[in-house]
């Protein structure tokens, strides 16, 4: 089910651009102007649980910490399990780290070991907005690392001019609900 032209002009008009944050010449996508608003995330999760309803998914892996919100909230919408993917050291028991490169140096993400106990899980791994790729790509690969089936990566905004669509697509479909 696609969103219509309205639907995706009530996420669109939602998000506020923040110039130069968090450094110049960067334009911030400020979603928590969709967040305090009742319409656009009923929009937004609306089409997302129509969306992945028929996906026969088991867990919603989200990204520290923007894809926490939506995945979690789907997740409770489908009636499965919610799997943080979190920066380094954040997670209390036993993980895997997966390192991926920054503009200048590097950072880690990391899941826990038995993130996903059913076996051959199906996963679908959400985050707010897709740039790069780099932490998208690390977090595609420990949710293979741990044998669960990565089915799909899906993502509020793609910021198409950076290509970041590029790495992921290596592990699993992209999806993206708007483009810029």
């Known amino acids: 089910m696609q969103l219509s032209l309205a639907e995706k002009k009530i996420l669109s008009d939602s998000i506020r651009d923040i110039k130069d944050f968090p450094q110049e010449g960067v334009v911030f996508k400020d979603i928590t102007t969709l967040l305090n608003n009742k319409e656009a995330y009923q929009v937004l999760m609306n089409h997302l649980e129509n969306r992945y309803r028929s996906y026969n998914l088991d867990y919603i892996a989200g990204i520290d910490s923007r894809g926490f919100i939506f995945g979690a909230a789907l997740a409770d919408r489908l009636k499965i399990g919610f799997v943080p993917v979190r920066k380094k050291g954040k997670l209390p028991s036993t993980t895997v780290c997966e390192k991926y490169e920054l503009e200048y140096g590097y950072d880690e993400v990391e899941i826990h070991l038995d993130a996903f106990p059913k076996k051959d899980a199906r996963v679908l791994l959400i985050d707010d907005l897709l740039a790069t790729g780099g932490t998208a790509n690390a977090a595609s690969k420990l949710i293979k690392n741990v ?18 669509a590029t790495k992921i697509e290596k592990h699993a479909p992209v999806y993206s609900i708007l483009e810029i």
């Open 147 to 164: 044998n669960a089936n990565l089915i799909e990566v899906c993502f509020l905004l793609n910021l198409t001019f950076l290509s970041g």
